[in-house]
Every structure is written in C-alpha cells, then in structure tokens.
C-alpha cells in the first residue's frame, strides 16, 4: 500500500514513519510539509492513503482535501490534527478516518490495517468478476461501460448508452417496441423515431461485439431484451446485496462497507433520463435505509468515524432525514464532542425553518435534549 504524509512538523514526519514502518505492507511514496507539492506529486502518481494535518499555514488540509475531490480522485484520506471541533468539516469531504494528536501507534495501526483489507478484499472481487464477466457496467453516480481491463468505452452516441440503461433496468425482460418508443424517442415523430430506435439498436449492438456480446442484446419484431450474463452491474450488485442482508450486525459489517462503497452516487449521476426518476429515488431510499442499518452497527462497535463519514454522506443529499439527524447526534455524543453535537442540530432546526417553516419534531429535540443531559452527567461524575 503507498501512502503519503502531509505536515508542517518534521517532528511528525519522524513520528508518522516510524510507525508505519512497523507495518507490513506498506511504502512511504512521499512526505510534504506542504499541500501544492503533494498535488503536484499525486498528477502523475498514485497514493492509496494520505495522512494529513489540517492546520497548515499555507492552504489548509481541508482546502486540500477539498481540492483533491473537485480534481475526481478518491484517495482515501485520513486527517491528523491536535484541533477536534474539525470533525464535522473532515467529514464534508469524506475523509475516511480522523485521528486525534497525540497519535498513538495501535490507533494509526487499526486505520493501515482496515484500508489492507479492503484493497485485498477489491483485488479479490475484482479477480473472481473478471473470469467470467466481458463488460463492467457502471451507473450509480455516473452512467460508464468498460472492459475487464478497467479502460472505459466509448458510447457511440448519447442514445445507445440511454437505451442501454433502460433495458438494463428491466433485468432481462423483454420491451415492446412501441414502449421504448414512448419512453426514449418522444419528442420525433414516430416514422423518425422507428427510424431512429432501428439505428441505436444497431450501434448498440455493435459496440457490444467489440467485446463479443453481440447476442447479449436480443431483438424480434416488437420486442429487445438485455441478457446480463455476462455483464457485471453495480447496482444490481448492490441491491442483490441489500436484500440478502437483512441485518447488519458484527458478523457482517466488514461485507457491508464493502457493499455502501458500491453507491458512488444517484443512477446514472447527472444524466436525468424521465423513465428513470423512480427507479432513482428508490434506489436512494434502499441505500438511505441499509447505511442508517450499517451506521447503527458501527456505533454499536464503537467506529463513530466511519459512522460520521456514511452519515455525512447522507445529509449532502438529504439534510432533513430525521433518522439521519438522530444516528450523527448519537455519533458526536459518543465521541464527547458536545460543541459539535449543539452545532449538528442547529443546523439541522435552521435548515428546516428556512426550508419548511416549521421546527424538529418532538422526538428528535427530546433525544437532543437526553445526549446533552447524559453529557452533562458524564462530565460531572469526572
């Protein structure tokens, strides 16, 4: 695994290798004392985790952290700080751990070795997929196909990848023509849209070819149909995996993580296709439900950062969930950060004034309300 170590404090520089070199595994690629050569550095090579302060005197570990998501890469990032109200902000940019100065070696040992085993648990999958899989599908939070090599084909136009989509989310089942028509073509005439349909068909299917699966697009008179045989798809993986774990819990919270990073993002990301607005929110309620259940178990375990970040996660796309608001003031509670938890639910009461014209419910103020207490409590007894 190769990481880099991103400080102004040569001190820390010292402290970081001389734990990590403790651990199998691993290679220093790089250590800055400042961010603008460690972008530089991450252009033209590559870093599976980064640890970095957050307090820089030039830009801040969380502008860097933010800069390095708005470039698309998804380095896990692991911030080291001695200032804990940077919590909530850490999370904004999904950082994957947060870790308190002064490090200690088993805290920074826990985090390598759980990033370990998720790379060696995606090198694994990704090997099992490709035995038997000719094309990966892609469509949560984005709309890509590729080959197993991992390189990304080219659509041939805008409606071949549609109408790809659409049929892969009848699994299988034959569509009438006249359906598809409706759905994908109808803003032409219809002789133009026939005409059209006849000519995405066939560019479909000929891109398929490229890969062999040319019969995997199955057409008659009225009908096509998508066999997924031989075709890997996330979301189909993703629901399949929702459903067959009912309950997450410690036997299976590892395999759940592993699922939740799956869902990048809403179907087909910003590709707005009408056919496809229920099946987006759907989805969402199906990963908004399994991650409140996963969430539930990390706390359980004790994992608040990762709790924080799934969570995080949850209210960039909805910040009104009440059940979200109530698992993120259960995972500050648990960390004892009580400026962070006040600052959670105001936001959380301004928010819903400005956009509904009402405040919380009476059973999200009452939990606020009982964690301030049991705060307040634990403090006196110290």
Same mark, same amino acid.
């Given at each position: 695994m190769k990481i880099m170590i991103?400080?102004?404090?040569? $001190?820390?520089? *010292?402290?970081?290798?001389?734990?990590? +070199?403790? &651990? $199998? %595994? @691993?290679? &220093? @690629?790089?250590? #800055?004392?400042?961010?603008?050569? +460690? #972008?530089? =550095?991450?252009?033209?090579?590559? /870093?599976? *985790?980064? !640890? @970095?302060?957050?307090?820089?005197p030039k830009e801040s570990g969380l502008e860097f952290a933010q800069r390095l998501r708005e470039s698309g890469k998804l380095v896990r990032l692991v911030f080291v700080t001695s200032h804990k109200e940077y919590a909530l902000s850490a999370f904004d940019v999904y950082a994957y751990d947060y870790i308190v100065k002064p490090i200690k070696q088993d805290r920074i040992h826990k985090t390598v070795q759980r990033v370990l085993a998720e790379m060696l648990s995606e090198k694994t999958q990704a090997e099992q997929e490709s035995s038997n899989t000719k094309v990966m599908f892609n469509c949560l939070g984005g709309m890509d196909i590729r080959s197993v090599q991992n390189v990304i084909v080219k659509w041939k136009t805008s409606k071949s990848a549609e109408l790809f989509g659409y049929l892969l989310m009848h699994k299988g089942r034959l569509v009438s023509r006249a359906r598809i028509i409706e759905?994908? #073509?109808?803003?032409?005439?219809y002789k133009n849209a026939e005409t059209y349909l006849n000519t995405t068909v066939y560019q479909l299917r000929k891109l398929l070819d490229t890969y062999g699966l040319k019969e995997s697009l199955h057409s008659d008179s009225y009908h096509y149909g998508l066999n997924l045989n031989q075709i890997r798809v996330d979301i189909l993986i993703f629901e399949d995996g929702c459903k067959q774990m009912v309950e997450v819990d410690e036997t299976n919270i590892e395999k759940a993580l592993e699922?939740?990073?799956? =869902? $990048?993002? %809403? *179907? #087909?990301?910003?590709? /707005? !296709?009408?056919? +496809?607005?229920?099946? @987006?929110?759907r989805l969402w309620l199906l990963y908004t439900t399994f991650t409140h259940?996963?969430?539930? +178990?990390?706390?359980?375990?004790?994992?608040?950062?990762? /709790?924080?970040?799934?969570?995080?996660?949850?209210t960039a796309h909805n910040e009104l969930d009440e059940e979200t608001i109530k698992l993120f003031m259960k995972a500050l509670a648990l960390q004892k950060n009580k400026e962070a938890l006040m600052q959670q639910y105001l936001h959380f009461t301004e928010t819903l004034v400005k956009e509904l014209g009402i405040g919380p419910s009476l059973e999200v103020t009452g939990y606020y309300s009982q964690l301030l207490s049991e705060l307040d409590t634990q403090n006196t007894e110290k």
């Amino acid at each position: 695994m190769k990481i880099m170590i991103i400080d102004d404090e040569q $001190a820390m520089h *010292l402290i970081m290798k001389r734990t990590l +070199a403790k &651990i $199998a %595994d @691993v290679e &220093i @690629v790089g250590c #800055f004392h400042e961010t603008t050569p +460690a #972008f530089s =550095y991450l252009e033209n090579h590559d /870093a599976d *985790l980064i !640890f @970095v302060d957050i307090s820089m005197p030039k830009e801040s570990g969380l502008e860097f952290a933010q800069r390095l998501r708005e470039s698309g890469k998804l380095v896990r990032l692991v911030f080291v700080t001695s200032h804990k109200e940077y919590a909530l902000s850490a999370f904004d940019v999904y950082a994957y751990d947060y870790i308190v100065k002064p490090i200690k070696q088993d805290r920074i040992h826990k985090t390598v070795q759980r990033v370990l085993a998720e790379m060696l648990s995606e090198k694994t999958q990704a090997e099992q997929e490709s035995s038997n899989t000719k094309v990966m599908f892609n469509c949560l939070g984005g709309m890509d196909i590729r080959s197993v090599q991992n390189v990304i084909v080219k659509w041939k136009t805008s409606k071949s990848a549609e109408l790809f989509g659409y049929l892969l989310m009848h699994k299988g089942r034959l569509v009438s023509r006249a359906r598809i028509i409706e759905d994908i #073509f109808s803003e032409m005439p219809y002789k133009n849209a026939e005409t059209y349909l006849n000519t995405t068909v066939y560019q479909l299917r000929k891109l398929l070819d490229t890969y062999g699966l040319k019969e995997s697009l199955h057409s008659d008179s009225y009908h096509y149909g998508l066999n997924l045989n031989q075709i890997r798809v996330d979301i189909l993986i993703f629901e399949d995996g929702c459903k067959q774990m009912v309950e997450v819990d410690e036997t299976n919270i590892e395999k759940a993580l592993e699922l939740e990073q799956l =869902y $990048a993002g %809403d *179907l #087909f990301g910003e590709r /707005a !296709f009408p056919w +496809a607005w229920s099946e @987006v929110e759907r989805l969402w309620l199906l990963y908004t439900t399994f991650t409140h259940g996963l969430c539930r +178990a990390l706390l359980n375990r004790g994992d608040t950062q990762t /709790a924080i970040r799934l969570l995080t996660k949850l209210t960039a796309h909805n910040e009104l969930d009440e059940e979200t608001i109530k698992l993120f003031m259960k995972a500050l509670a648990l960390q004892k950060n009580k400026e962070a938890l006040m600052q959670q639910y105001l936001h959380f009461t301004e928010t819903l004034v400005k956009e509904l014209g009402i405040g919380p419910s009476l059973e999200v103020t009452g939990y606020y309300s009982q964690l301030l207490s049991e705060l307040d409590t634990q403090n006196t007894e110290k």
